[in-house]
Nanobody, 123 residues
Framework: QVYLVESGGGSVQAGGSLGLSCVAS????????MGWFRQAPGKEREEVAS???????TYADSVKGRFTISKDNAKKTLYLQMTSLKPEDTAMYYC?????????????????WGQGTQVTVSS
């Protein structure tokens, strides 16, 4: 079990920037893949960005070029830097972790979630 605590959400005007952080209670860089998800009211949760144990990253098309995911293994912290924010980025943002399966060489399903931090972008 990995306990995740997000911070850094808030309110910002369109075009502004925000940075989110997620501290993990137990984290070994080689054992876990990490990600950020978001869920807006009335919408399904969507994966925003992910980073694997080799620092490979993926992004949703809607945030490519605007968001950057990164991690500091020594600090057990995951980050999401968000720029050029749009009102449609408004959502609850969640940090998530999933184990790396050494047998298959792939990341398993996300099974550890933080409590979320709200991001609100006004027009």
């Amino acid at each position: 079990q990995v306990y995740l605590v997000e911070s850094g959400g808030g309110s910002v005007q369109a075009g502004g920037s925000l940075g989110l952080s997620c501290v993990a209670s137990v984290y070994t860089s080689s054992d876990y893949c990490m990600g950020w998800f978001r869920q807006a009211p009335g919408k399904e949760r969507e994966e925003v960005a992910s980073i694997d144990n080799s620092d490979g990253t993926t992004y949703a098309d809607s945030v490519k070029g605007r968001f950057t995911i990164s991690k500091d293994n020594a600090k057990k912290t995951l980050y999401l830097q968000m720029t050029s924010l749009k009102p449609e980025d408004t959502a609850m943002y969640y940090c998530a972790a999933r184990p790396f399966d050494y047998g298959s060489g792939t990341c398993e399903e996300f099974d550890n979630w933080g409590q979320g931090t709200q991001v609100t972008v006004s027009s």
